[in-house]
């Protein structure tokens, strides 16, 4: 018999697919604990790429437009993130404009703006609001 956990060959199976959302203006996204803190990860809500960040400084999760407006890439899901004063930010990996994550408002430049979307946990899922 193969002892299949000491298998390299062998992988997990994958998670199960999310219960379906709840009514209304919310859209599940995925477990709040497959969010690594500081990191960023793309979700579709809407028919609208969104960003989804966990802060480590205070758990919370924000949602932004995942379209970095000085590049018209989807890439804000794989910017830095980090705070600028005790704001947190995201840093665009194109041309490293930074985005406060509260407010979506460019900190580079104050005529930029990101759309910033409600997010919340409910029993371990995360939820962003459908616009």
């Known amino acids: 018999m193969t002892d299949l956990a000491s298998d390299p ?10 219960p379906p959302a709840p009514s ?3 859209t599940r996204t995925c477990r709040v604990d ?5 990191r960023g990860a793309a979700a579709l809500v809407g028919g609208r790429q969104v960003a989804l ?20 890439a989807q ?4 910017g830095i993130v ?3 004063d005790g704001v947190p930010k995201v840093a665009s990996p194109v041309y490293k404009q930074a985005f406060d994550l509260r407010s979506g408002r460019c ?5 930029v703006a990101i759309a910033v979307h409600a997010a919340r946990v409910v029993d371990g ?7």
């Open 34 to 38: 497959q969010l690594t803190q500081d």
């Open 107 to 111: 900190l580079d430049d104050p005529d």
């Open 53 to 72: 960040f966990r802060l480590s400084t205070t758990g919370e999760v924000v949602a932004v437009d995942n379209r970095d407006p000085f590049s018209g």
């Open 75 to 78: 890439v804000l899901s794989r």
């Open 82 to 84: 980090g705070d600028a």
């Open 9 to 18: 060959t062998v992988r997990p199976a994958a998670a199960p697919p999310p």
């Open 125 to 131: 899922w995360v939820e962003v609001a459908t616009t």
């Open 24 to 26: 209304g203006t919310w």
